[in-house]
């Protein structure tokens, strides 16, 4: 949940050395739409690449059309044999006709998406990172800078008690206790504890919202260990992350569902969960 946009020399580079281990290259442009920096995005479709089979693209209308219930999607393969495969499956998963006909007036009118959709879009993404990477940094938690997506990769490692994954846990269920549902680094196989991620996608009242009960919850926890003026002296941005899987990472990814299940049981627990989406409001 990184944000990044590789450069197209990046790109190229890895397809060489797919093409000479002859590896399949699985490339998921789901927020190249969702960019709020002015930085040149290269699709892997638009490269001349060495191994043309060995390429598969996929890309959804979730993110950039904000249409999460649609659930549609794209998979651009030259590979025969994954074809046929996938047309045995779409049998189990076809899209509804009437989805399929919104979908496609939708794409057709190519103006209104480039003059106004895109435009609007990327502006209030735009103004919206700034107003939550602000907001963060005023409570000394920076994050990783990123240039696309509707999230911040931030880091709250200061506020752990100790650098564990149970201390990252703690603190999580401690923000949602506060109304906030912020999900932890855990869930994305991160294995370095205490880094979160932050949804941004949303209309200023409502950010500005989470930032003041974020403030409130972190004061509570740490006031009896951690002095809230010493967390401030940090850099606004980070530049780098480490991301890995484990199995630890995977037992503790499937534990967070069953007990945020619980939590939302409990009467006395009260989740505040915002339907972002990038382009309302």
Same mark, same amino acid.
């Given at each position: ?28 442009? /789901?927020? !190249? ?5 002015? /930085? ?14 060995? /390429?598969?693209?996929?890309? $959804? ?123 932890? $680094? ?41 002095? !809230? ?13 480490? !991301? ?38």
């Amino acid at each position: 949940p990184l944000g990044d946009i590789y450069p197209e020399q990046l790109l190229k580079d890895c397809l060489d050395f797919a093409h000479r281990h002859k590896l399949h290259v699985i490339m998921d442009e /789901i927020y !190249m739409l969702s960019r709020f920096e002015d /930085i040149n995005f290269t699709s892997i479709l638009s490269l001349n690449a060495p191994d043309p089979e060995r /390429i598969h693209f996929m890309w $959804g209308f979730s993110k950039d059309f904000a249409m999460c219930g649609i659930r549609v999607a794209v998979l651009h393969t030259r590979n025969k044999e994954i074809r046929s495969a996938l047309n045995r499956l779409a049998s189990f998963h076809r899209c509804p006709g009437p989805i399929q006909c919104i979908l496609r007036q939708l794409i057709a009118d190519r103006e209104w998406i480039n003059k106004t959709y895109l435009p609007t879009i990327q502006r209030r993404l735009r103004e919206a990172h700034r107003i939550i990477v602000d907001g963060l940094a005023a409570l000394g938690i920076p994050v990783l800078q990123n240039s696309a997506g509707l999230y911040v990769w931030a880091d709250f490692r200061k506020f752990l008690k100790t650098q564990t994954t149970e201390a990252e846990i703690d603190l999580w269920w401690k923000l949602i206790h506060g109304k906030l549902y912020i999900n932890p $680094g855990i869930a994305f196989g991160c294995c370095e504890p205490g880094w979160f991620r932050l949804v941004f996608s949303d209309v200023a009242d409502r950010i500005n919202l989470g930032i003041q009960r974020l403030k409130v919850t972190l004061q509570a926890y740490v006031s009896e260990t951690i002095p !809230m003026d010493d967390l401030k002296e940090v850099p606004s941005s980070l530049v780098s992350a480490k !991301m890995c899987s484990d199995d630890d990472s995977s037992e503790w990814g499937e534990d967070l569902l069953q007990r945020t299940s619980e939590a939302l049981t409990q009467k006395n627990t009260i989740v505040n969960v915002t339907a972002f989406t990038s382009a309302t409001g």
